[in-house]
T-cell receptor, first 116, second 117 residues
Framework: AQTVTQSQPEMSVQEAETVTLSCTYD???????LFWYKQPPSRQMILVIR??????QNATENRFSVNFQKAAKSFSLKISDSQLGDAAMYFC?????????????FGTGTLLAVQP | DGGITQSPKYLFRKEGQNVTLSCEQN?????MYWYRQDPGQGLRLIYY???????QKGDIAEGYSVSREKKESFPLTVTSAQKNPTAFYLC????????????????FGDGTRLSIL
């Protein structure tokens, strides 16, 4: 069974500093997608970044980048130049490439606080 | 603007009562999903639908029912059989079909918080 694990329930970072959120996953599939979603206090889920497993190059989106280690089944999110608006719950998620359901499997989340 | 609308934002259920959560999208997406969010457990899939008049159970379907009579709408009914309904419910939609590969991301609504009276 596919599982996603986020081992850091809470993290804190100073404004303008860099923080890394950890995620590991378990799957027997070779082709899949990984995602980081952000959920601010408004509770809406916002896609931050995604990574295709068949791509070796790590995905980047402005201040957000990932460190994808396929052999280790690790998918960490790095936030550079942290801003107050980055404070939110962050969820790591997984789905099978070409799967029958497009079903997302989520981790339990990491609550990120940004200190001014 | 295209998007997903969930209503109501807050809902209260009495013992033995069925309640229905609304989810409407104007993104012309084929697939729609319902997730439940509990503290410390992330999101779990309740039901999903890939086409009109068809839907499938997710991981925690017991005590819930859905319908998909229109492409735009995917209401979720929390029945009296669901003994612990207090949670935050999120609806999502996405493009679906092999023509939509690679993976199309799911778009989420703002959620409905359900509580027991």
């Amino acid at each position: 069974a596919q599982t996603v694990t986020q081992s850091q329930p809470e993290m804190s970072v100073q404004e303008a500093e860099t923080v890394t959120l950890s995620c590991t996953y378990d799957t027997s599939e070779s082709d899949y997608y990984l995602f980081w979603y952000k959920q601010p206090p408004s509770r809406q889920m916002i896609l931050v970044i995604r990574q295709e497993a068949y791509k070796q190059q790590n995905a980047t989106e402005n201040r957000f980048s990932v460190n994808f280690q396929k052999a280790a089944k690790s998918f960490s999110l790095k936030i550079s130049d942290s801003q107050l608006g980055d404070a939110a719950m962050y969820f790591c998620a997984y789905t099978i490439y070409g799967g029958a359901t497009n079903k997302l499997i989520f981790g339990t989340g990491t609550l990120l606080a940004v200190q001014p | 603007d295209g998007g997903i609308t969930q209503s109501p934002k807050y809902l209260f259920r009495k013992e033995g009562q069925n309640v229905t959560l609304s989810c409407e999208q104007n993104l012309n997406h084929d697939a729609m999903y319902w997730y439940r969010q509990d503290p410390g457990q992330g999101l779990r899939l309740i039901y999903y639908s890939q086409i009109v008049n068809d839907f499938q159970k997710g991981d925690i379907a017991e005590g819930y029912s859905v319908s998909r009579e229109k492409k735009e709408s995917f209401p979720l009914t929390v029945t009296s059989a669901q003994k612990n309904p207090t949670a935050f419910y999120l609806c999502a939609s996405s493009i679906w079909g092999r023509s939509a590969l690679p993976h199309q991301p799911q778009h989420f609504g703002d959620g409905t918080r359900l509580s027991i009276l």
